[in-house]
């Protein structure tokens, strides 16, 4: 299974997922199957250790991270690594990296509402425990150095304004229903999405929350993750039973891509050159959109 997917460049891409696997390609821009090397860490680390969570800063630096509070980190693009963190009793979803000049944030989220953030690409790192909530934190997204978001259980938002340190809750009260994906494509636009179809967005910063209406509301979904193409006036949710959604150009409205695989799918990545995502999820699936026109509203 395939937790999670960076696209770094064109060509360049990396995914994680069960069972230790890591693994990276350099041929994402070709049509057709891509072609995976499997990375070998060189570290003392459990053979069937289970990744969550990937994150890259450019072509050379890369964190991994998962369950039982593992952090590895490679400064080489893979040819070598360094083992950063290890607190058993952590599992961590989501890494979030931002560059500010020459500076580097890292940023963690996990169960029981663990935090993790460095500022020196994990020499050190500071924790902010289960301070604010012990829901699980699911997913991460920084607009800046500073401002980030966190979702996770029970619906919960948090906020942070000076890169991790501390956090406060946002969005109180608006759905119950588990957040598991969110993306911020600029500036006050934040994107949810989650379990029993939840599909939410706010244009103001999170001040106001407009619930939309899922892809396929006769149909009970948990949707892992979401990407909005800002460039192509449109975006893509997935998540179980290999369920795809393409938001319209200019409309409110989702329709469904059913994936042939019905496998869960966990991640959406794109770049800014190639605007169309590549999805991973369970048994391995990798999906790569090819550009179908939605049709239009009904």
Not at 16 to 22: A, D, I, Q
Not at 130 to 146: C, D, H, I, P
Not at 197 to 202: A, F, H, K, L
Request: aromatic share 10%; proline share 5%; with cysteine.
């Amino acid at each position: 299974d395939l937790w999670d997917f960076v696209r770094v460049s064109g060509n360049l891409a990396w995914a994680v997922g069960s069972l230790g696997t890591v693994l990276k390609t350099d041929n994402a821009a070709e049509i057709g199957a891509l072609t995976w090397t499997k990375v070998d860490f060189g570290l003392p680390l459990p053979e069937r250790y289970n990744w969550r969570a990937l994150a890259t800063s450019g072509s050379q630096h890369v964190w991994v991270a998962g369950k039982g509070g593992v952090v590895i980190h490679s400064s080489d693009g893979g040819t070598s690594w360094q083992k950063q963190e290890g607190d058993a009793t952590a599992s961590w979803n989501d890494i979030e990296v931002v560059q500010d000049g020459t500076a580097t944030l890292v940023v963690l989220a996990g169960d029981k509402g663990r935090t993790l953030y460095s500022i020196n690409r994990g020499l050190t790192w500071e924790t902010r425990g289960n301070t604010f909530t012990t829901n699980n934190l699911y997913a991460l997204a920084f607009t800046s150095y500073t401002d980030g978001w966190a979702v996770g259980a029970g619906g919960w938002m948090m906020r942070t304004f000076n890169s991790g340190v501390s956090w406060a809750q946002e969005g109180a009260g608006q759905t119950l229903n588990a957040l598991r994906g969110i993306h911020i494509p600029q500036a006050s636009h934040v994107w949810l999405v989650g379990d029993a179809n939840t599909v939410m967005r706010s244009y103001t910063d999170g001040l106001a929350w407009t619930v939309m209406e899922p892809c396929s509301p006769g149909t009970i979904t948990q949707y892992n993750a979401i990407r909005i193409a800002v460039a192509l006036a449109t975006g893509w949710m997935v998540g179980e039973n290999g369920m795809i959604c393409q938001l319209r150009p200019g409309y409110d409205t989702w329709y469904t891509q059913q994936d042939r695989t019905g496998a869960p799918l966990r991640r959406i990545s794109t770049i800014p050159e190639d605007p169309f995502p590549i999805i991973v999820g369970d048994f391995g699936a990798v999906i790569r959109y090819r550009g179908t026109p939605p049709p239009p509203p009904p």
